[in-house]
Every structure is written in structure tokens, then in C-alpha cells.
């Protein structure tokens, strides 16, 4: 079993249907597709034995493809707080790269974040990161306070955690990757030095997210999240007129319904996939956040076990 990769497609309008005809006859997946004026981002899949072809088409359309090292995953990025007091600046600027990467991004500010003793998480904001993929803790500029107080924070999460902050460090204790040079910033992060931190931040998730993906295929799923996320769409179409501009969102195990827990989750429990339901091949739960709906694809070996 391969993994798809993950691409975006950047360029013009003109003879789009040439690319999306393509990336629907080698069995790949439209993710999102937006325009603005006349430049077209498309966020796809395809198999990996399909890109030599596909780039002839790209230089067909004269655009550029790069890959979407971020596509398919939730992540949360978390402040200690969101206020003008405490937040690091370049937080705005972190989010946006890591969509421009793929990402489904929500920054997350704690209740109770000011200060190096008073930080602190409660059980709701738990609860609500580790349902993400990922969590980034963007910190501030002080060294101790970063390998010495702000561990706690992160200590007890059930994802995978990266950290951000100024010091020059190498690791950061309960953090599966740290990258320095990113801390309290009075300034947009534009030069190229600070825009490489940036990238070296996204490569970092990456990594996790292979990692991540890796074990996944020791254990394989019964569908993919890709495809639970077309057939939902497509059994359910109402899911489309929802306000959210992304309704059935990617995670890397499953899907985020930004639909009404209460009204629409026996509905997406009888979403057919492959001649089984969704609810008896995956565990449909109550979000959080909002009430929405988490739809986590168990492996084929727990498959029967959802009560």
C-alpha cells in the first residue's frame, strides 16, 4: 500500500478542466479549489506513479506544482495568549504559512496564559488540541522560561507537539521538534532569513505528519480519509451548504463534520463506505469545539469494536 501525494497546483484559469479531468481519471482527489481574479490554487492527491505525467500537463498550463507537505492535517497553533500583552507576533504569520501549505489551521489563545507560573491548561482547552493533529506552542524569547516552565503546558496532550520561541535550542522536553528564531517579534516575518524559519517550521510538521501516516500503514485503515470525506459530500449534500468554507474538513485519521452533532450524526453514521457503514468502521463522536461532528476511521483490526 502507497501513500498519495499531496500536492498544489498554483496558476491561471485557462484550461483548468485539462488538470482536473486528470487528477479525477488516476483515481486522485480534488481537496479545494479556489480562484482569485484569474489565478487558480488547487490542493489535490494523485498516486505517485501519476506525477511524471502530471507535470506535462502542469507545463501545458504554465503554472508550477509543489508539494503540500501540510495537506490533510488539522493543526492547532496555541498561544498562551491572545493578548497584546503576552501573544507572540509573528502568530498570524505562522498560521498563514502553514495553510499555504495545506493545513487546516485554528490558533487557540489560553484562558489563564499570563505569566510564568499562572499558565496553565484547563480541561476544555485539552480537550479541544487534542483533537487536532498536531499542536504548535508558539512561545516567546526567554530560555529558561521555555525549557523550564512552559513544558507543563503541553506534558499531559495525546498529539504530537512542536514548539517555537527565540532561544537557539536543539530539543525541548515533552516536544517531538523545536525551531528557534521565532519568537516575540514586533514585525511581519518577511525577510528571507525569517521566511526559512518558516519553511524549516512547516518541514517539521511534515516530518510528524509522515511519521504519523507511517505507522498508519502497519496498521492499515479500512478507507481513507480522503475518500470518507468524497462520500460524505456526496451521500450527504446538504453538509455542503453549511457557512463553514471548508464543511467536511481533512485530519489525517478522519474527518471534522462542521455540522450539528445532535441533528446530522446518525446520518453520517449511515454514510455507506464500501458496502459497510461509516459508524461500523469508524468512531463518530461529539467535537468540542462548537458541536461539530469527529469522524476517526479505526484500523481494520479494531473494525467491530464501536459501540
Do not use: W
Not at 94 to 105: Q, Y
Not at 177 to 187: E, F, K, Q, W
Not at 236 to 246: F, I, K, N, R, T
Request: hydrophobic share 40%; net charge neutral; aromatic share 6%.
Amino acid at each position: 500500500m502507497t501513500v498519495d501525494e499531496y500536492l498544489v497546483f498554483e496558476g491561471g484559469l485557462y484550461k483548468q478542466e485539462l488538470l482536473l479531468d486528470f487528477i479525477e481519471d488516476v483515481g486522485g482527489t480534488v481537496i479545494q479549489k479556489s480562484t482569485m481574479g484569474l489565478d487558480l490554487v488547487i490542493f489535490f492527491t494523485i498516486p505517485p506513479e501519476e506525477k511524471p505525467e502530471l507535470m506535462k500537463i502542469v507545463d501545458t498550463l504554465k503554472g508550477k506544482i509543489k508539494e503540500a507537505c501540510l495537506l490533510g492535517s488539522e493543526i492547532a497553533v496555541v498561544s498562551p495568549t491572545v493578548t497584546r500583552h503576552h501573544t507572540p507576533h509573528p502568530l498570524c504569520d505562522i498560521s498563514e504559512h502553514l495553510r499555504a501549505n495545506g493545513a487546516k489551521v485554528t490558533l487557540i489563545g489560553l484562558a489563564r496564559g499570563t505569566g510564568q507560573r499562572t499558565a496553565q491548561l484547563d480541561k476544555r482547552e485539552r480537550d479541544i488540541i487534542n483533537e487536532y493533529d498536531v499542536a504548535v506552542f508558539a512561545l516567546g524569547n526567554f530560555e529558561y522560561c521555555i525549557t523550564d516552565k512552559k513544558p507543563t503546558l503541553y506534558r499531559d496532550l495525546n498529539v504530537p507537539v512542536i514548539v517555537t520561541g527565540a532561544p537557539p535550542l536543539n530539543t525541548v522536553l515533552y516536544a517531538y521538534g523545536y525551531v528557534g528564531g521565532i519568537g516575540r517579534i514586533c514585525h511581519r516575518l518577511k525577510s528571507k532569513e525569517e521566511r526559512s524559519r518558516l519553511d524549516k517550521l512547516a518541514g517539521v510538521i511534515g516530518d510528524c505528519l509522515k511519521e504519523l501516516r507511517n505507522k498508519m500503514l502497519l496498521e492499515p485503515l479500512p478507507a481513507s480519509a480522503v475518500f470518507v470525506k468524497a462520500e460524505i459530500e456526496r451521500q450527504m449534500p446538504e453538509v455542503l451548504d453549511a457557512p463553514s468554507p471548508v464543511p467536511v474538513t481533512l485530519k489525517i485519521d478522519g474527518v471534522r463534520v462542521k455540522m450539528d452533532y445532535d441533528e446530522y450524526a446518525d446520518r453520517v453514521r449511515e454514510v455507506t463506505i464500501y458496502n459497510r457503514k461509516l459508524g461500523e468502521i469508524a468512531e463518530v463522536r461529539r467535537s468540542v469545539v462548537k458541536n461539530f461532528i469527529l469522524v476517526k476511521i479505526l484500523p481494520e483490526s479494531m473494525v467491530g469494536t464501536v459501540s
